[in-house]
Nanobody, 122 residues
Framework: QAHLVESGGGLVQPGGTLRLSCAASGAIFDNYFSTYTMSWYRQAPGKERDWIATIISTGAATNYADSVKGRFTISRDNAKNMVYLEMIRLKPEDTAVYYC???????????WGQGTQVTVSS
């Protein structure tokens, strides 16, 4: 079993900050979380789900979509089976449901969380 649960979303004013968390649990993640590449995606109303950030299994490298580069920071704590997304200088166009995704390339398996809503509005 493998479960991803996002949290930390909410309503924030433009220019504000939020920190999202993704908790990985279940037998698969308890044993192999540190081997998974973790990513954050988001889906705005009426739009497709878009990739925004990735962190490799060791945490040594990250990558970001241009739309969030310089404002969002992805990080992970393999000891706690957690992934985070620190978001600063939030804009109304950042409003979306944010999803966590785990990918294990060797086995071609992936898992999604259920999402957490982020609303940026005054």
């Amino acid at each position: 079993q493998a479960h991803l649960v996002e949290s930390g979303g909410g309503l924030v004013q433009p220019g504000g900050t939020l920190r999202l968390s993704c908790a990985a649990s279940g037998a698969i993640f308890d044993n192999y979380f540190s081997t998974y590449t973790m990513s954050w995606y988001r889906q705005a109303p009426g739009k497709e789900r878009d990739w925004i950030a990735t962190i490799i299994s060791t945490g040594a490298a990250t990558n970001y979509a241009d739309s969030v580069k310089g404002r969002f920071t992805i990080s992970r704590d393999n000891a706690k089976n957690m992934v985070y997304l620190e978001m600063i200088r939030l804009k109304p166009e950042d409003t979306a449901v944010y999803y966590c995704k785990a990918v294990h390339s060797p086995s071609r398996t992936h898992y999604w969380g259920q999402g957490t809503q982020v609303t940026v509005s005054s």
